[in-house]
């Protein structure tokens, strides 16, 4: 049996009447239903899970209630069941004022705080050095939380010749990025900085490293010596 017809109807009126006040709802069209169940609270939230509904009333296949004229405010729910008792989740809840009773306070939710979130800048690093020469300059990677909450980061690389520092922090907050040239041959190699947090999505960085040749010294030709002492010989 599936349950997602049934809700109450906000019908119960602040009133003074001898024959009460009177709650309805909507029926449900399920072939199996035995019937609905009233529950009562004195106090929001209202729902069995909460332990603040009570039993009121038990009733068959109809869609309305009289709850008398209770002389404080009241909240209530109601449930189908089946013939094999099952029973729905709670309907939406409706409320009795007495006449010349406040209204009730509603219940204040506390706000929701946003999911961190992680913001780098640059999104990509480019690295150029030449063969067998020193490390080229190191570069700075920023961080910043564009959610909410606190952003507690930590930053992760997938190849040997790069070096994170730090490699955690946080909030905002700036990675160092050295790269090692070393022996590495000629040629443009590929790596990753992940940015990861609880909560937020992961960041991945594009990281280049080009290693060039060392450039070719140009040749030099060095002209032969001018011939010095030379004499003319006559022959006859």
Same mark, same amino acid.
């Given at each position: ?103 009730? !306070?509603?219940? *204040?939710? %506390? =706000?929701? $705080?946003?999911? &961190? ?5 640059? +999104?990509? #690093? @480019? ?84 290693? !060039?040749?060392? *450039?070719? %010294? =140009?040749? $030099?030709?060095? &002209? ?5 002492? +030379?004499? #003319? @010989?006559?022959?006859?």
């Amino acid at each position: 049996m599936t349950w997602v017809r049934i809700y109450t109807a906000l019908l119960v009126l602040s009133c003074s009447v001898a024959w009460g006040a009177t709650l309805t709802w909507n029926a449900n069209t399920e072939i199996d239903l035995a019937g609905y169940r009233v529950y009562q609270c004195s106090q929001q939230p209202c729902g069995r899970a909460n332990g603040t509904a009570t039993p009121l009333a038990t009733l068959g296949n109809v869609t309305s209630f009289n709850i008398g004229t209770p002389a404080i405010v009241q909240y209530y729910v109601v449930t189908a069941y089946d013939f094999a008792n099952n029973e729905s989740p709670e309907s939406s809840v409706a409320t009795y004022t007495p006449a010349g009773s406040p209204l009730p !306070t509603p219940t *204040p939710i %506390p =706000p929701t $705080t946003p999911p &961190p979130g992680i913001g780098a800048s640059p +999104l990509a #690093l @480019t690295f150029s050095a030449q063969q067998g020469s020193g490390n080229p300059a190191s570069q700075r990677l920023n961080i910043s939380n564009t959610g909410g909450g606190t952003l507690t980061w930590t930053a992760s690389e997938n190849s040997s010749w790069l070096t994170l520092s730090p490699a955690s922090g946080t909030g905002s907050g700036t990675i160092t990025i050295t790269v090692t040239t070393g022996t590495r041959a000629v040629g443009t190699y590929s790596g990753t900085i992940t940015l990861s947090a609880s909560g937020a999505s992961s960041v991945t960085i594009p990281v280049t490293f080009t290693v !060039t040749a060392q *450039p070719t %010294p =140009p040749n $030099t030709l060095v &002209p032969p010596p001018t011939p010095t002492g +030379l004499q #003319l @010989t006559t022959v006859r």
